[in-house]
């Protein structure tokens, strides 16, 4: 029986000289991938629609000594999927990692969801990352391999009434990855999702007060349903995500890790 080897966790973990591309990264959970990699090592390429908030997030990586550059993206329109792609790969030669984590998560059930809210979220939550895989693809056969990671949601599953549209296309996209991963291991791609289950972000916050019409106590009464008192935070998708992007998970690919405080399905509250 060969020794058993046990590996140098820093060592795993490190991203040095890697290139990582994670759109929705100006604010909230995508925000906070962008962070984690570049403390890794990582050269991120930061995506968003505000050149402000890009701006904000790439002074703190750059402050930490690595290496960021933003790019602006309408990820309804496949064919800028495409060219932020490859503007990605062209800002340090080279594109190891793709984190899908731009997300709309517009309210409406069976009965209220328009045909507009329809296309706009099924383009940025499983259309969108279909062709930033399909042009990264290339890019990562170069390297000899790479790591795509899909951000999905609980809601796969069954999800929230009001949430009829965003349940179904991470539905769709969890199928995609496992499509993928299927399709993309003999290239030594690995495709993996993470989903995330209640996270207290900027943009939560935003829909809570302004599509459900919630007051200051809502975070407060949400900490009440949570089994471990706090909602999940942007930081716990991130230290997840550097599991599946680095050689932690070498051989980890058509995974979908559901990251939330009670099995899928169980009640909220024991």
Same mark, same amino acid.
């Given at each position: ?8 966790l820093?060592?795993?973990?490190? *991203?040095?000289?890697r ?21 890794l ?7 968003? &629609? ?16 690595? &290496? ?6 309408d ?11 490859? &503007? ?7 594109l190891?990692?793709?984190v ?12 209220? !969801? ?6 706009r979220?099924?383009?940025?939550? *499983? &259309? ?10 290339p890019?990562l ?24 549209a ?8 969890? !199928?995609l ?9 003999a ?22 007060r ?18 471990f ?6 930081a ?14 070498a051989?980890? !690919?058509?995974s979908?890790?559901? *990251? ?6 169980a009640?909220?509250?024991?």
């Amino acid at each position: 029986m060969a020794d058993l080897k046990i590996p140098n966790l820093p060592r795993a973990f490190d *991203l040095t000289g890697r290139v990582a591309l994670v759109t929705g990264s100006t604010s909230g959970i995508g925000k906070g991938i962008a962070l984690q990699l570049a403390a890794l090592g990582a050269a991120v390429i930061v995506n968003g &629609r505000s050149e402000a908030r890009g701006a904000e997030v790439i002074a703190g990586i750059t402050a930490a000594g690595a &290496r960021a550059a933003f790019e602006a993206s309408d990820l309804t329109d496949a064919t800028q999927c495409r060219q932020l792609v490859d &503007r990605a790969a062209a800002h340090f030669g080279r594109l190891d990692i793709l984190v899908n984590n731009a997300a709309d998560t517009s309210r409406g059930d069976v009965r209220t !969801t328009t045909i507009e809210d329809w296309d706009r979220i099924h383009a940025i939550n *499983l &259309r969108a990352p279909f062709f930033l895989m399909q042009a990264a693809v290339p890019h990562l056969e170069r390297q000899g391999g790479g790591v795509i990671l899909n951000i999905g949601s609980v809601n796969a599953y069954i999800g929230e009434p009001k949430l009829t549209a965003y349940s179904s296309a991470k539905g769709g996209l969890m !199928t995609l990855t496992k499509n993928a991963a299927a399709q993309l291991n003999a290239a030594r791609i690995r495709v993996n999702q993470i989903n995330v289950g209640w996270t207290l972000t900027e943009g939560e916050e935003k829909v809570k007060r302004e599509q459900e019409g919630k007051g200051d106590e809502w975070v407060a009464e949400a900490v009440k349903t949570r089994p471990f008192g706090r909602l999940l935070e942007p930081a716990d998708t991130a230290y997840a995500v550097a599991y599946y992007v680095s050689d932690a998970g070498a051989c980890v !690919t058509g995974s979908v890790m559901d *990251l939330e405080q009670y099995p899928v399905g169980a009640p909220p509250a024991w």
